[in-house]
């Protein structure tokens, strides 16, 4: 069994910066990536980055360039640098965890606010 905690959300002003934290716990054998997702309010949960097992990075099209994938060496913390921040990034974020045999896990998510 796989345990995620996210955190790092909060209130930030347009233009502004976060860094959410994915701390991992338990059975984190064989892990293919990680990854975030954010929803927003009556809308879908939707892919923001990834990290693969052997380093490869992904993004959203709509954070390309200002956010910031990245983990530590033993896959205890994954992170999201979230710089220039815009309102449409409000929402509450989620750390995913997929293992080699098909198993994934979900945090509870954090959530990120950002004001106009």
């Known amino acids: 069994q796989v345990q995620l905690v996210e955190s790092g959300g909060g209130l930030v002003q347009a233009g502004g910066s976060l860094r959410l934290s994915c701390a991992t716990s338990g059975s984190i054998l064989s892990i293919v990536r990680m990854e975030w997702y954010r929803q927003a309010p009556g809308k879908q949960r939707e892919l923001v980055a990834s990290i693969t097992r052997g380093g490869t990075t992904n993004y959203a099209d709509s954070v390309k360039g200002r956010f910031t994938i990245s983990r530590d060496n033993t896959w205890n913390t994954m992170y999201l640098q979230m710089n220039s921040l815009k309102p449409e990034d409000t929402a509450v974020y989620y750390c995913?965890?997929?293992?080699?045999?098909?198993?994934?896990?979900w945090g509870q998510g954090t959530q990120v606010t950002v004001s106009s």
């Open positions: 995913n965890l997929q293992q080699l045999m098909g198993y994934a896990y």
